[in-house]
């Protein structure tokens, strides 16, 4: 059995992927699964979701622990511990990174064991797409790749997908061809055949209050903006002050707050509150606010 | 038109304080937050906010908040009657002199479309009756969006949701209409009912301050454009909110003691230009235009109207 996990943001297609690659195991004769996980919290927020292919039926369930293959969507995601995308990674895991370094310049960074493969998915998303939005089909293709399925069934695979989601016939071409070059281009590793283990997991009872006491209040006033959401970003909004006419049209649209106005009377963006929604990038009136990708470099800001 | 001179002439007269906080687990983009942020401004601080579930029980999740105000939590179907238990516990407080009446708050119900003219109809119902002294607001998604976007009574005739997909038998997705709860709240003659739009915040504004000079049910209905729902980008919240209004399938306006007013009388650009921008109704274009249910939209859309100017434009 060979076990595959996705990790993206809500909205970048993960879970699609992980169904991309359980039909195209399908179609080759493959008994599949495929399963997503995401809590309450869901677009830009992180996901996983897990495809577990094999020539026998399947009896393994739940969430994948210990991997085959790691298919990261975001490379931001790499340094959310609450992503938790090194998880059972090991010296025979393959790991796919969507990032424009190397894979040795990005082993440099991190510290993970495994084979690292990366390929620029969003680049090639944006150039033969032509905009930003979900990346699955190109996941997907990786992921395939990386197990072994051939180019025709992911072709197949992406078309069942997407057309089940409602996506134009125009749209899931240009991902098809999007994804073969993705197929194509993307560095392969070879996979070590290894025994799967079962590993007990021990489960985690919490520990209640007794009914006693009550129910547990919050009485400090608004705390939510210590946590960051900073890591939901894939483009950030970025302001340019010599072209901003102060109409405030943005701080008035931004949905989270994120924008406030300094004692100027000029905006300005907190970006460890801003989750890359990009509403006020639409909302300007002179083009002071563009659009930049998050890479690496601009994500520790 | 008798809508008086508005107070809110100018976005810098928008309050720079904030009273929801960033970091609330919300999807990004979220047309809901959008306008609640902006009414929160002129509620301020003194309220306690009676929250249906739905996708606002993310506002606050344990051991975060996001506001500066109380935060109570109900079933679907129940919060305003927990906004009348909080009503009268602080009524009789300060009856007893137990807390001084100038800490006294004001109640906010917070319900979804799937709450506000689904599951909480009856509640609400009641409320009013009662002539409860609360603001509700709804933020209207159009669908039950927090457990996946169904079909729920606000969603509108075409838009496929995961339980009326375009299929053979129902090409268009939703065959029904959406339910007309302005007119239902209105019917129990509230002394406030209004429709907003975050991409029109002076005329949000405006309204919250308007409701403030009325005591009992004051109820809004927030127009909560939803890019995971709706399967749109983000980035164009802002566009699909000002599009259903520019073409007329949004109407802002305000009803006092029951009077209808509208406060803003768009351009009805075709309703192409806003059913374009989403996905779940791009089955109405792709692959074959189906023009009839299109025609259908634009009919009640200007059917609509025609009544409007008809009433209005007499007075």
């Not at chain 1, 909205?11 to 495929?34: C, N, P, Y």
């Not at chain 1, 210990?66 to 998880?87: F, I, N, Q, R, T």
Request: proline share 7%; with cysteine.
């Amino acid at each position: 059995m060979l076990a595959i996990r996705f990790h993206g943001r809500g909205g970048q297609g993960a879970k699609t992927a992980s169904r991309i690659v359980g039909t195209a195991a399908f179609l080759e004769g493959f008994v599949a699964q495929d399963s997503p996980i995401y809590g309450a919290e869901r677009r830009g927020a992180p996901v996983a979701a897990f495809t577990r292919m094999a020539k026998a039926p399947i009896r393994e369930r739940g969430i994948i622990a210990h991997p085959d293959v790691v298919v990261v969507a975001d490379a931001s995601l790499m340094g959310d511990p609450a992503a938790k995308v090194l998880e059972g990674v090991d010296g025979k895991t393959i790991l796919f990174v969507n990032s424009p370094m190397s894979a040795e310049q990005l082993s440099a960074q991190i510290s993970a064991r495994g084979h690292l493969t990366t390929l620029n998915l969003t680049e090639i998303a944006l150039q033969r797409m032509g905009k930003r939005g979900a990346i699955s089909a190109l996941l997907g293709a990786v992921a395939g790749r990386l197990v072994g399925l051939r180019q025709e069934s992911i072709h197949e695979a992406i078309a069942r997908e997407l057309a089940e989601l409602g996506l134009a016939a125009s749209v899931i071409e240009q991902n098809q061809d999007a994804a073969k070059y993705c197929y194509e281009a993307v560095p392969v590793v070879a996979l070590e055949s290894r025994a799967r283990q079962t590993v007990p997991v021990a489960l985690h009872i919490p520990a209640y209050e007794s009914p006693t006491r009550g129910t547990a209040g919050i009485t400090v006033g608004p705390n939510s903006g210590i946590r960051s959401v900073g890591g939901w970003r894939t483009f950030r909004p970025v302001l340019r002050p010599d072209l901003c006419n102060g109409c405030w049209l943005c701080f008035a649209n931004c949905p989270e707050g994120a924008i406030t106005i300094k004692p100027d009377g000029r905006p300005a963006i907190y970006y460890p509150h801003c989750k890359g929604c990009l509403d006020c990038v639409e909302v300007c009136p002179t083009d002071a606010l563009t659009v930049e990708r998050e890479t690496e470099a601009t994500s520790k800001t | 038109m008798n809508w008086e001179p508005p107070l809110f002439q100018d976005l810098h007269q928008i309050p720079r304080e904030e009273h929801v906080f960033p970091g609330a687990p919300l999807c990004a983009g979220c047309g809901g937050l959008e306008s609640l942020r902006l009414a929160s401004k002129v509620l301020g601080p003194h309220v306690v906010y009676v929250n249906a579930a739905g996708c606002f029980t993310n506002l606050a999740t344990f051991p975060f908040t996001p506001l500066d105000a109380s935060w109570l939590y109900t079933t679907m179907g129940s919060a305003p009657a927990g906004a009348q238990g909080v009503r009268d516990a602080l009524d009789v407080l300060i009856a007893k002199g137990r807390l001084p009446k100038e800490e006294d708050v004001t109640v906010v119900v917070l319900g979804g479309d799937g709450s506000t003219y689904d599951m909480a109809l009856s509640s609400t119902s009641g409320a009013i009756t009662r002539k409860l002294d609360f603001y509700y607001f709804c933020y209207d998604n159009e669908a039950y969006g927090n457990t996946g976007v169904q079909l729920s009574p606000s969603t509108p005739y075409g838009a496929k949701t995961t339980t009326s997909p375009c299929a053979v038998q129902r090409p268009v997705g939703a065959t029904q209409e959406k339910k007309d709860i302005f007119e239902i709240w209105r019917a129990h003659n509230p002394p406030y009912v209004a429709t907003v739009s975050p991409r029109f915040p002076l005329d949000l504004e405006e309204k919250f301050v308007r409701a403030a000079n009325y005591r009992g049910p004051r109820l809004f209905l927030g127009f909560a454009a939803c890019p995971t729902g709706w399967l749109f980008d983000p980035a164009h919240t802002p566009d699909v909110a000002r599009l259903a209004v520019e073409c007329g399938l949004w109407p802002l306006k305000e009803a006092v003691n029951g009077e209808v007013v509208h406060t803003h009388f768009p351009k009805l650009s075709p309703v192409e230009d806003y059913l374009k921008l989403q996905g779940r109704f791009r089955h109405l274009f792709e692959p074959i235009v189906q023009k009839e249910a299109i025609a259908h939209i634009q009919d009640r859309v200007n059917t609509y109207w025609e009544r409007v100017k008809q009433t209005e434009q007499k007075s």
